[in-house]
């Protein structure tokens, strides 16, 4: 699973396997391409050859707690990285804890 971004500040996640693709207003983009790609790495599309002197790409990003949350599109009962942050510290939660999370939400507690 990789974030993609087209434009500032949106974020769609995507998991990617061989053989498929991403279609987006930017154009086609081959999951094949940024599969062995690092991370932070333009990811050129496959398509829309009239834009050969700046062709279009989205950007790709690993999945940290932080873009995970803003890349929901349910913006519902979400908690933001300092809100997790309180509820560790009040719940006194250290290394080797664990931890069940029951709910509707986002599963940004869990991701982080």
Wanted: one cysteine or more; charged letters at 20%; hydrophobic letters at 40%.
């Amino acid at each position: 699973v990789i974030l993609v971004q087209e434009q500032f500040p949106d974020l769609r996640m995507v998991v990617l396997k061989k053989g498929e693709k991403l279609d987006t207003r930017l154009g086609r983009f081959l999951h094949d391409s940024v599969i062995e790609q690092p991370l932070g790495s333009k990811w050129m599309s496959s398509s829309n050859s009239s834009h050969k002197k700046n062709p279009p790409y989205v950007t790709t990003f690993a999945v940290t707690p932080d873009l995970w949350t803003l890349a929901l599109r349910k913006r519902t009962q979400i908690l933001f990285t300092h809100d997790i942050a309180l509820i560790t510290l009040e719940m006194e939660l250290n290394a080797g804890c664990v931890v069940i999370e029951a709910g509707t939400g986002s599963g940004s507690m869990t991701v982080a």
